[in-house]
């Protein structure tokens, strides 16, 4: 939803060699709108409530009022990039630091 003309995740940056900035601009602008309008919609306190169905509900009408949403959306290529990281030595003895990465890290790569 930004107005950058590049592609990028964790790992590279890519520019497509279109600039799209200009013309897909006001889209781009109609969407984020309606992101944030729908979003305050879905009825939270009705799940901390215990009534689900009520929070089912307003899932569903979100769900039909983001249409417009998805549509817009499939006109791109998404790429979804997951990242995590230890803070290493953050506050911790050497060996400490030496243990969590060996239990976090290590059933990883094996």
């Known amino acids: 939803m930004s107005f950058d003309t590049y592609q990028s995740n964790a790992r590279r940056k890519e520019d497509p060699g279109i600039d ?3 013309n897909r601009q006001a889209g781009k602008t109609k969407a984020r709108r309606l992101l944030q309008s729908v979003a305050s919609t879905v009825n939270v306190e009705a799940l901390k409530d215990g009534d ?3 929070f089912r509900s307003s899932l569903e009408d979100a769900r039909r009022k983001l249409k417009p949403v998805g549509e817009f959306a499939k006109r791109f290529t998404l790429y979804f990039n997951a990242n995590a ?3 290493a030595a953050w ?3 050497d060996k400490e630091t030496i ?3 060996k239990t976090h890290l290590l059933p990883l790569s094996t």
Do not use: G, P, T, Y
């Open 20 to 22: 799209n900035s200009k």
């Open 52 to 54: 689900v169905a009520k």
């Open 85 to 87: 990281h230890i803070d």
């Open 91 to 93: 506050l911790w003895r």
């Open 99 to 101: 243990e969590v990465c």
